[in-house]
């Protein structure tokens, strides 16, 4: 198994982790009650904590589907190698770190792994298209 798949598994792993935290907060703060409810009627905002969780959740959602299709087109063309080696980690190490610095509210180190993940993606997008 190519060991860009490695990495891929750890992101689904982390987008679970994203999901499960995300909703234990929430769960605190709106109660149990609300989590098995229908969920139909309006709510206060989420905590600070919940809001910032949800959107780094909703951000990965956006993102991880395109280093998913990515990276398994690229080994499916046969592309894998160097840049796809590099990106794969990039773009899971990013998103790592930048969940618990989106949880406790760190602007700029977030953007910045932020970036670094988007660089990891672009190197497997670029093995790709131009491999």
């Avoid at 060991?3 to 982390?14: A, P, Y």
């Avoid at 990965?60 to 080696?85: D, K, N, Q, S, V």
């Avoid at 770190?97 to 700029?108: E, N, T």
């Amino acid at each position: 198994m190519p060991v860009e798949f490695s990495w891929l598994g750890g992101t689904l792993v982390l987008a679970l982790v994203q999901l499960f935290w995300a909703a234990h907060v929430r769960t605190r703060d709106y109660g149990l009650a609300w989590n098995m409810g229908a969920r139909d009627e309006a709510m206060p905002p989420p905590s600070p904590l919940a809001g910032r969780l949800l959107r780094a959740q909703a951000n990965l959602m956006e993102t991880l589907p395109l280093f998913a299709a990515a990276l398994l087109a690229a080994a499916y063309a046969g592309r894998l190698g160097p840049l796809t080696r590099i990106g794969a980690p990039l773009f899971f190490l990013g998103r790592l770190a930048y969940l618990p610095l989106y949880a406790a509210g760190v602007p700029r180190f977030r953007s910045l792994a932020w970036g670094v993940a988007m660089l990891g993606l672009v190197l497997v997008l670029w093995a790709l298209l131009l491999g």
